[in-house]
């Protein structure tokens, strides 16, 4: 799987956009880009992911820029609860020839919002 | 919504003890792996099992751990002799498989005396 990198920490203010960067330029045309997080000791939680279209729930938006060697996930209205550390992961999907490999975490962005 | 469930929330055990951990993937999924966080530190793959078997282990996962599928709903892992080095939170995860995501439980505190 390719290599990400993130910052190590970031904050943002209650109610404003958080923007989290990751870069994965040596990512390749069948991995996707998973966000996941991590509350405290709380098992990870899948956010989003995409391919190379930007894609939106009702969590967040995931850009991926055209050359799909970056990609911002965004929390438009962020709050109190959305203090985690945020993990951005690129893997082959299982039926891409990707078998059963595991998620490879990093360290991730620890995430702080201000009240 | 389902959930991937995992007991027991937290396992106290003597070292040199035999441990199983237990997880409930969500029901309609295949993919069902182990993972593990060390206080402190990353989450790290162990082990997926696809189709009744270990599809991909890594190198944490030598001789003393195993996992097992023993009925329709369950997913175990086993470790067979503890190590005070093995304390650490155990998560399970399990997916349906395409470019679905993994869903992970809330995970089993292991503390090795």
């Known amino acids: 799987d390719a290599k990400t990198t993130q910052p190590t920490s970031m904050d943002c203010a209650e109610g404003r956009a958080a923007n989290l960067p990751c870069n994965h330029s040596t990512i390749s045309g069948n991995e996707y880009v998973y966000w996941y997080r991590q509350i405290h000791s709380q098992g990870p939680q899948y956010i989003i992911h995409g391919l190379k279209n930007n894609e939106t729930n009702e969590m967040a938006s995931l850009i991926i820029t055209e050359d799909r060697k970056s990609s911002t996930l965004i929390l438009p209205h962020a709050t109190l609860r959305d203090t985690a550390v945020y993990y951005c992961?690129?893997?082959?999907?299982?039926?891409?020839?990707?078998?059963?490999?595991?998620?490879?975490f990093g360290k991730g962005t620890h995430l702080i919002i201000q009240p | 919504e389902p959930e991937v469930t995992q007991t027991p929330s937290h396992q106290v055990t003597q070292m040199g003890q035999e441990v199983i951990l237990r997880c409930v993937p969500i029901?309609?999924?295949?993919?069902f792996y182990w993972y593990r966080q060390i206080l402190g530190q990353k989450v790290e793959f162990l082990v997926s099992?696809?189709?009744?078997?270990?599809?991909?282990k890594s190198e944490i996962f030598d001789d003393q751990f195993s996992v097992e599928r023993p009925d329709g709903s369950n997913f175990t892992l086993k470790i067979r002799s503890t190590k005070l080095e093995d304390s650490a939170m155990y998560f399970c995860a399990s997916h349906r498989g395409s470019n679905q995501p993994q869903h992970f439980g809330d995970g089993t505190r292991l503390s090795i005396l």
């Open positions: 029901s309609n999924h295949l993919y």
């Open positions: 099992f696809y189709n009744n078997e270990i599809s991909e």
């Open positions: 992961i690129v893997r082959v999907a299982p039926d891409s020839g990707g078998g059963a490999d595991g998620l490879t």
